[in-house]
């Protein structure tokens, strides 16, 4: 069976590490933390960083600091992960969700101006898959109307937009390091600003509401415990520096599939000319007549594991039952995108005939 994901650690790469950490007793709030924070800062070019037990823990921090809840709105990309609108559903506001576009899979800039109101208090713009295509366009409509834009990135590290790398973009940025990202921690996430405002909260927040006087914690807000802990930060440290490796040699694959798929009507996810896609996963649309489905079930008897693209969250039955507001583009997405295993060393061969065979 061909694996969709393939893991990039290994036990032997951490031994070391893991080992000093047991025999040391210090498990948290470490040299592996610090130093993992310090390069996520670097690698990213932001100015402040900070690491949290998981995407969805880093975008409620982010609207906990913007002091969002009930009677607010967050501006939403439709086509993503649900935690995208559950995190502003958790809060207490109400997520608004703003439709894609079919090509890159990413928030309309026509819908986002559509959807703002005098309760819209952030966006969260979600670099579906990776791709940040599109960020630039959103990021004017929220400067002109002084909203906060939150990047979704989760699912993004390592890609970049004109030269600027995720993190660097949005007022806020979330990253995710779940095993079915790029860089895994097992599970774990970051936040990145340039906001001195913005970080200044975090410090207090993200250290259960406290500050250091004369040597001592005063707790002067509430605050969360999201740490990551020692061991999952030596994992963090050996991946990011093959990050930019490995998105080279995933875009290496990514080319042999597009010369495939291209001439049988596939279409890959559209990313712009100044954009740099880590291409966390390779999704393409698949054609009209073809039903995505039974495509999945046939690729799975011939071995290559495949799954669909990502959700329709104003399609979830949660938010479908509670806002009816589907959105269209998204909605067909949902129903016409496919994830293909694309890494390096992957049996390119096999998966073509794999392929050819399930059509
Ligand atoms: C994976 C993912 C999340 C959730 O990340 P966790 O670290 O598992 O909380 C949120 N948004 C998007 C777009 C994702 O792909």
């Not at 309309?108 to 940040?132: C, H, M, R, S, W």
């Not at 049988?264 to 999704?283: E, P, R």
């Not at 909605?331 to 059509?359: H, M, W």
Request: charged share 25%.
């Amino acid at each position: 069976m061909i694996k969709l994901i393939k893991p990039y650690i290994s036990f032997d790469e951490v031994e070391k590490e893991f080992r000093e950490i047991f025999e040391s007793g210090w498990f948290t709030k470490g040299k592996f933390v610090e130093a993992f924070r310090e390069e996520i800062k670097i690698y990213t070019g932001a100015k402040y960083s900070y690491l949290a037990t998981s995407a969805t823990t880093a975008l409620t921090v982010c609207l906990k600091i913007l002091k969002i809840g009930e009677g607010d709105e967050v501006i939403v990309s439709d086509f993503s992960f649900p935690a995208t609108a559950n995190v502003v559903e958790d809060v207490g506001a109400r997520p608004i969700f703003a439709d894609v576009d079919k090509a890159t899979f990413n928030m309309l800039p026509e819908e986002l101006e559509k959807k703002i109101t005098k309760k819209t208090k952030a966006v969260i713009f979600v670099d579906a898959l990776g791709n940040p295509s599109g960020i630039h366009e959103i990021s004017e409509i929220c400067k002109k109307y002084r909203i906060p834009l939150i990047e979704d990135a989760a699912c993004s590290i390592g890609s970049s937009e004109n030269s600027v790398r995720c993190g660097n973009i949005a007022d806020l940025t979330c990253f995710s390091f779940h095993p079915r990202k790029l860089l895994t921690t097992g599970e774990g996430g970051a936040i990145t600003t340039n906001n001195p405002a913005y970080a200044k909260i975090l410090d207090v927040k993200l250290n259960h509401g406290s500050i250091l006087v004369d040597g001592k914690f005063d707790f002067v807000d509430v605050g969360y415990n999201y740490r990551l802990p020692e061991l999952q930060a030596v994992m963090g440290i050996k991946q990011l520096k093959k990050l930019d490796q490995i998105v080279r040699e995933r875009n290496k694959v990514k080319d042999r599939y597009v010369d495939l798929l291209n001439p049988l009507g596939f279409k890959a996810q559209a990313v712009s000319a100044d954009v740099l896609h880590n291409i966390q996963s390779l999704v393409f649309v698949v054609p009209d007549e073809v039903d995505r489905d039974n495509l999945i079930l046939k690729l799975k008897k011939n071995n290559v594991e495949t799954t669909l693209g990502t959700y329709c969250l104003s399609g979830c039955t949660y938010f479908k039952n509670k806002y009816q507001d589907i959105q269209v583009n998204s909605q067909y997405l949902n129903a016409k995108t496919l994830t293909l295993p694309c890494y390096d060393g992957l049996d390119f061969t096999f998966v073509k005939e794999g392929i050819l065979r399930s059509l």
